[in-house]
């Protein structure tokens, strides 16, 4: 039996982490970044594929920057399907237990009261670690009134590098804690620092859904690059 193997674009940046733990981003290079990550989501997300034909939406359920991978170019790429749902109608309860990192855990996953019926359920406890994700990169982008410090962890000045599973349904779940923006003045930054905000809300109801995200996000791309 001959061996299967599977072959993957090299990322010579390494994962999301690596690059923020290495570089300070400018605007441009953070709006970037972060629209590519909300674009692989909402495709994710989707039951089409951009010419129409459809397909099976999917959850990835251990969204984090170390399984967000950097190209050369800055483009980035969501990696790490092994705890990956699909949403196509799957019954087995069994498949869809609290599984991923307890530090980008949502709210209602850390608590176990997801409704496991529900496809959208899925989607919005995705979207709560996106916005985890986004606010690591908005921690390194330099503006002209703001110079990031060093890169830290979410959540990384109240838990430990280790945080266990008690820890963070203390800390998100029932204080509601979240990151702290940057104070800036810049308009296009403090629009991202409120779809980040809307993006990780308590009630997944309220959550922005990755499609809305992806929007706001392609506008500031626009404005950063209009002359």
């Known amino acids: 039996m001959k061996p299967l193997w599977l072959a993957i674009d090299y990322c010579e940046n390494g994962s999301l982490r690596e690059y923020l733990l290495k570089k300070t981003l400018s605007w441009n290079e953070a709006i970037f970044l972060a629209s590519g ?13 951009p010419d129409g034909r459809a397909k099976v939406a999917v959850a990835h359920r251990d969204l984090k920057s170390t399984n967000i991978l950097v190209r050369k170019d800055g483009t980035s790429v969501i990696s790490d399907f092994g705890l990956a749902l699909s949403l196509g109608g799957i019954e087995d309860g069994s498949e869809k237990m609290q599984v991923g990192t307890y530090r980008y855990m949502s709210p209602e996953e850390l608590l176990t009261t997801v409704d496991l019926d529900s496809t959208e359920t899925f989607k919005q406890m995705d979207v709560y670690s996106m916005a985890l994700v986004l606010w690591e990169i908005v921690s390194r982008c330099a503006v002209a009134d703001h110079s990031p410090g060093s890169y ?17 349904v203390e800390v998100v779940a029932l204080k509601q804690c979240r990151p702290q923006f940057p104070c800036t003045s810049h308009e296009g930054l403090k629009m991202f620092c409120q779809t980040v905000q809307e993006c990780w809300d308590p009630d997944p109801e309220a959550r922005l859904t990755a499609d809305c995200a992806l929007m706001r996000l392609k506008e500031l791309l626009t404005m950063a690059h209009a002359p």
């Open 37 to 49: 990550i909300t674009n692989g989501v909402a495709f994710l997300q989707s039951e089409s594929f």
């Open 152 to 168: 830290k962890l979410p959540f990384g000045e109240v838990v430990d590098s280790d945080a266990t599973l008690s820890v963070m």
